[in-house]
């Protein structure tokens, strides 16, 4: 049941700052050199703080009564500044905010779960001060839901944060995400916040790591989450408030503008504020206190050489100064170093020229070497790029493409075209490294996007084989598999031309962070299975052809920037004859993925990347890596612990908890039995890549889950809560089980023999 705390701290005039460094002139350690700081007789310092107009300190020193100050040097020593009559110290003030004191709302919970409460509502009442959007609304808590509500303009806003997490395993250091510790930010504006507590079960359940929750306003980069340390101190709110500030944007008017602007004065200009009110600064060339009657200054520039450079005579103007060029020089800006140039004398005119043609001819001299030079050096490249296009097989595929009825769809690239893609092949270039080769992000001269791959050193007896296969992978042509634009022989590794893809990975999706990308949902990962599963079905029985992809995994499958998907790296890949089922090869694949009988035999077919297919849906189904070494010995390995919990009949305690808000029984369970039958232990209990598509395509008509809408009241919200609490696929908490399922995968881009297992 959801509980509501709202407890009343204290009403304030101002915000709260911690000791920071000033980021303005107004209130400083040190203002020398600014004669204008306040009103004749009124002082100007307050312990090491100078106080700067239209603050003041007593009666008649100040703009109005929002900036009254008071300095207390009865109770401090050095004294300290406060806000008004002195309910809250000062710590900075700057020509546009100022910090003051925290204040950290709580709740704590005994063993029984009766709470010991203490929130409250900050409130702005002058319309000239607004809580800045650099603050951060944050909540630390494992069983917690706070509201923030408030005033804008005198329109309700509400927001919220949830904090929840079970065991320690679970919490971050130093990441306020929404496990242990939630941020979320304020609108421009806001004067007035309010804070209500709500837990789902009095914190009875995590206790030992949570018995208090906090809630309070900050500035954005003052406060790092101290992991199960600050949900373990229950006194959090006065080890944090002196050092966690809260920031308020200040503006004089009111909520008035420039067109009504009488605090500015002379040569200063106004800016009006968007969320009311205006500020006055000093126009450029001037410096000083713009509120003041003496208004700003006009600086001499000419006194500072350093930011007022002159290279001639300077003589200042009102708001800027001019430089014009010395004695025997001439010139039309002296401002730069090189805008005055020397006048030289008739006598030396005939020393200049004989200069300048000695110069000229010692370096025409050097342009002709330099040029014989490179003339040498083009010619053994070419010889060498001749080299290298012969071993590659280049002459070969030159007789194919020759041959009647030959395709044109392989597109022979010089070396000259691909160096200037992709600058040299250069280190900032590279988008993807893999067991068989390095991939760079290349721009072709007619401005199209490529990945080029260079391959790593291949058996030169193969060549014909390669030219065959690469003649057959440039003639598939599906909207789900990555094209092969041609290839590159004049390197001494040949290198492939394939399409770009400019979306990532699918590994990359579902393991950069938790529950997967926003875009990740039941519906999508369902679609991306099913796009994929055609692609291999059509590799394995429609390309002119049979392809055995070899290493079928999650990062080898890309997605565009419409989220399609996209089969690639075919650098393992295997044609198999039409009159073969099988190949012997040697070993290669990715930890995690391979399929054992392939592993025992060294027997290839198409049922291989059937089971790895499985790998690939068991990850989506649950969001966990195939292999992670911060599992259990049990949860290591993803294919046996999916296949052993399916026959245990706890698949719900597996899946990724955000599905089972998303996606139907019927379909994640359907789903499940797929990827079951795709990890197979014997290759011929498993189905075909034509199956598996067609199943999968026919539950893409299943309806989305009704558990997705959801619901706006309060009431209806604490009836889905409970719903989930009650019901059998929610017995595990809605988080990931640890830490380690998005811990970085070694292995993501691997290949076997990283664990001594032969290719």
Same mark, same amino acid.
């Given at each position: 049941?959801?509980?509501?705390?709202?407890?009343?701290?204290?009403?304030?005039?101002?915000?709260?700052?911690?000791?920071?460094?000033?980021?303005?002139?107004?209130? #400083?350690?040190?203002?020398?050199?600014?004669?204008?700081?306040?009103?004749?007789?009124?002082?100007?310092?307050?312990?090491?703080?100078?106080?700067?107009?239209?603050?003041?300190?007593?009666?008649?020193?100040?703009?109005? !009564?929002?900036?009254?100050?008071?300095?207390? %040097?009865?109770?401090?020593?050095?004294?300290?500044?406060?806000?008004? %009559?002195?309910?809250?110290?000062?710590?900075?003030?700057?020509?546009?905010?100022?910090?003051?004191?925290?204040?950290?709302?709580?709740?704590?919970?005994?063993?029984?779960?009766?709470?010991?409460?203490?929130?409250?509502? $900050?409130?702005?009442?002058?319309?000239?001060?607004?809580?800045?959007?650099?603050?951060?609304?944050?909540?630390?808590?494992? !069983?917690?839901?706070? +509201?923030?509500?408030?005033?804008?303009?005198?329109?309700?806003?509400?927001?919220?944060?949830?904090?929840?997490?079970?065991?320690?395993?679970?919490?971050?250091?130093?990441?306020?995400?929404?496990?242990?510790?939630?941020?979320?930010? $304020?609108?421009?504006?806001?004067?007035?916040?309010?804070?209500?507590?709500?837990?789902?079960? @009095?914190?009875?359940?995590?206790?030992?790591?949570?018995?208090?929750?906090?809630?309070?306003?900050?500035?954005?980069?003052?406060?790092?989450?101290?992991?199960?340390?600050?949900?373990?101190?229950?006194?959090?709110?006065?080890?944090?408030?002196?050092?966690?500030?809260?920031?308020?944007?200040?503006?004089?008017?009111?909520?008035?503008?420039?067109?009504?602007?009488?605090?500015?004065? &002379?040569?200063?200009?106004?800016?009006?504020?968007?969320?009311?009110?205006?500020?006055?600064?000093?126009?450029?060339?001037?410096?000083?206190?713009?509120?003041?009657?003496?208004?700003?200054?006009?600086?001499?520039?000419?006194? !500072?050489?350093? @930011?007022?450079?002159?290279?001639?005579?300077?003589?200042?103007?009102?708001?800027?100064?001019?430089?014009?060029?010395?004695?025997?020089?001439?010139?039309?800006?002296?401002?730069?170093?090189?805008?005055?140039?020397?006048?030289?004398?008739?006598?030396?005119?005939?020393?200049?020229?004989?200069?300048?043609?000695?110069?000229?001819?010692?370096?025409?001299?050097?342009?002709?070497?330099? &040029?014989?030079?490179?003339?040498?050096?083009?010619?053994?490249?070419?010889?060498?790029?001749?080299?290298?296009?012969?071993?590659?097989?280049?002459?070969?595929?030159?007789?194919?493409?020759?041959?009647?009825?030959?395709?044109?769809?392989?597109?022979?690239?010089?070396?000259?075209?691909?160096?200037?893609?992709?600058?040299?092949?250069?280190?900032?270039?590279?988008?993807?490294?893999? &067991?068989?080769?390095?991939?760079?992000?290349?721009?072709?001269?007619?401005?199209?996007?490529?990945?080029?791959?260079?391959?790593?050193?291949?058996?030169?007896?193969?060549?014909?084989?390669?030219?065959?296969?690469? +003649?057959?992978?440039?003639?598939?042509?599906?909207?789900?598999?990555?094209?092969?634009?041609?290839?590159?022989?004049?390197?001494?590794?040949?290198?492939?031309?394939?399409?770009?893809? #400019?979306?990532?990975?699918?590994?990359?999706?579902?393991?950069?962070? +938790?529950?997967?990308?926003?875009?990740?949902?039941?519906?999508?990962?369902?679609?991306?299975?099913?796009?994929?599963?055609?692609?291999?079905?059509?590799?394995?029985?429609?390309?002119?052809?049979?392809?055995?992809?070899?290493?079928?995994?999650?990062?080898?499958?890309?997605?565009?920037?419409?989220?399609?998907?996209?089969? %690639?790296?075919?650098?393992? #890949?295997?044609?198999?004859?039409?009159?073969?089922?099988?190949?012997?090869?040697?070993?290669?694949?990715?930890?995690?993925?391979?399929?054992?009988?392939?592993?025992?035999?060294?027997?290839?077919? !198409?049922?291989?990347?059937?089971?790895?297919?499985?790998?690939?849906?068991?990850?989506?189904?649950?969001?966990?890596?195939? $292999?992670?070494?911060?599992?259990?010995?049990?949860?290591?390995?993803?294919?046996?612990?999916?296949?052993?919990?399916?026959?245990?009949?706890?698949?719900?305690?597996?899946?990724?908890?955000?599905?089972?808000?998303?996606?139907?029984?019927?379909q994640l369970k359907a789903v499940a039995e797929i990827a079951k039958k795709c990890l197979n232990l014997l290759g011929e209990n498993r189905p075909?890549?034509?199956?598996?598509?067609?199943?999968?395509?026919?539950?893409?008509?299943?309806?989305?889950?009704?558990?997705?809408?959801?619901?706006?009241?309060?009431?209806?919200?604490?009836?889905?809560?409970?719903?989930?609490?009650?019901?059998?696929?929610?017995?595990?908490?809605?988080?990931?089980?640890?830490?380690?399922?998005?811990?970085?995968?070694?292995?993501?881009?691997? $290949?076997?023999?990283?664990?001594?297992?032969?290719?």
């Amino acid at each position: 049941m959801l509980l509501l705390f709202t407890l009343v701290l204290f009403t304030f005039d101002f915000t709260i700052s911690m000791p920071l460094l000033p980021e303005g002139n107004f209130v #400083s350690a040190d203002l020398t050199g600014i004669s204008n700081i306040a009103k004749p007789g009124c002082q100007t310092k307050c312990g090491n703080l100078t106080v700067k107009y239209p603050f003041g300190i007593g009666e008649g020193c100040y703009l109005d !009564d929002g900036f009254e100050l008071t300095c207390n %040097s009865t109770h401090y020593d050095p004294p300290k500044l406060f806000i008004g %009559s002195g309910s809250i110290a000062i710590h900075n003030i700057s020509d546009s905010e100022m910090r003051i004191f925290n204040t950290i709302a709580y709740a704590c919970y005994d063993e029984a779960g009766v709470p010991d409460i203490s929130d409250g509502w $900050i409130q702005l009442k002058e319309s000239y001060r607004t809580f800045s959007q650099k603050n951060k609304f944050t909540v630390i808590g494992c !069983d917690d839901f706070v +509201l923030m509500n408030g005033k804008l303009n005198e329109i309700d806003f509400v927001s919220g944060c949830l904090g929840l997490c079970s065991i320690e395993s679970v919490v971050p250091n130093g990441n306020c995400s929404g496990i242990g510790c939630c941020q979320a930010s $304020i609108p421009k504006g806001l004067r007035y916040i309010n804070s209500s507590f709500k837990t789902f079960g @009095n914190h009875t359940s995590v206790m030992s790591l949570n018995p208090c929750s906090f809630a309070f306003l900050a500035e954005e980069g003052s406060f790092d989450f101290g992991g199960v340390n600050d949900l373990k101190d229950r006194k959090f709110n006065t080890r944090t408030n002196p050092i966690v500030p809260i920031v308020v944007d200040w503006v004089v008017g009111g909520e008035g503008s420039c067109s009504q602007a009488t605090a500015c004065k &002379g040569n200063s200009s106004c800016n009006d504020v968007d969320t009311g009110g205006y500020r006055c600064s000093c126009k450029e060339g001037y410096e000083g206190n713009p509120y003041l009657d003496q208004g700003c200054q006009d600086i001499n520039e000419c006194e !500072d050489k350093t @930011n007022f450079p002159c290279y001639g005579f300077c003589t200042n103007t009102p708001g800027s100064y001019n430089c014009t060029c010395l004695h025997g020089y001439e010139g039309t800006d002296g401002k730069r170093a090189d805008g005055c140039r020397h006048v030289a004398k008739d006598s030396k005119f005939s020393e200049v020229v004989i200069s300048l043609v000695l110069v000229f001819g010692f370096l025409a001299i050097l342009s002709g070497i330099t &040029g014989i030079c490179f003339g040498i050096r083009k010619r053994k490249l070419n010889k060498l790029r001749e080299k290298f296009f012969e071993k590659n097989g280049g002459e070969f595929l030159k007789q194919k493409l020759k041959a009647p009825g030959a395709s044109d769809a392989v597109t022979m690239f010089s070396s000259e075209q691909l160096r200037k893609a992709t600058d040299n092949y250069s280190e900032e270039q590279i988008i993807g490294r893999g &067991g068989s080769g390095i991939v760079y992000k290349g721009i072709l001269l007619d401005k199209r996007v490529v990945a080029i791959k260079k391959s790593k050193l291949v058996d030169g007896t193969q060549a014909e084989q390669f030219i065959n296969e690469v +003649l057959i992978l440039t003639q598939i042509i599906h909207r789900n598999v990555v094209k092969l634009l041609g290839c590159c022989l004049e390197e001494e590794v040949p290198v492939l031309v394939y399409e770009f893809i #400019s979306n990532n990975t699918l590994f990359y999706h579902i393991h950069n962070r +938790l529950g997967g990308m926003s875009w990740l949902s039941w519906e999508n990962r369902l679609r991306v299975a099913t796009e994929a599963a055609t692609a291999f079905a059509y590799l394995h029985s429609q390309a002119a052809m049979p392809i055995i992809h070899r290493d079928v995994k999650s990062a080898n499958i890309l997605l565009d920037e419409n989220y399609t998907t996209k089969v %690639s790296d075919f650098g393992a #890949s295997r044609l198999v004859p039409l009159d073969h089922d099988q190949v012997t090869t040697l070993i290669q694949g990715t930890l995690g993925y391979l399929d054992p009988e392939y592993y025992h035999t060294s027997q290839l077919t !198409d049922k291989s990347d059937v089971y790895s297919f499985g790998v690939v849906v068991a990850e989506l189904l649950t969001g966990r890596k195939p $292999i992670c070494a911060g599992r259990t010995n049990e949860e290591k390995n993803l294919a046996t612990y999916f296949v052993k919990s399916m026959n245990e009949n706890r698949l719900f305690q597996i899946v990724e908890p955000r599905l089972l808000h998303e996606g139907t029984i019927e379909q994640l369970k359907a789903v499940a039995e797929i990827a079951k039958k795709c990890l197979n232990l014997l290759g011929e209990n498993r189905p075909t890549m034509t199956q598996v598509a067609m199943e999968l395509e026919g539950l893409r008509k299943f309806s989305t889950h009704p558990w997705v809408q959801r619901q706006e009241t309060r009431d209806e919200t604490k009836s889905l809560i409970l719903e989930v609490e009650q019901s059998d696929l929610y017995g595990v908490p809605l988080i990931p089980n640890s830490t380690n399922e998005w811990e970085s995968y070694s292995g993501s881009t691997g $290949i076997v023999d990283q664990e001594n297992i032969p290719r």
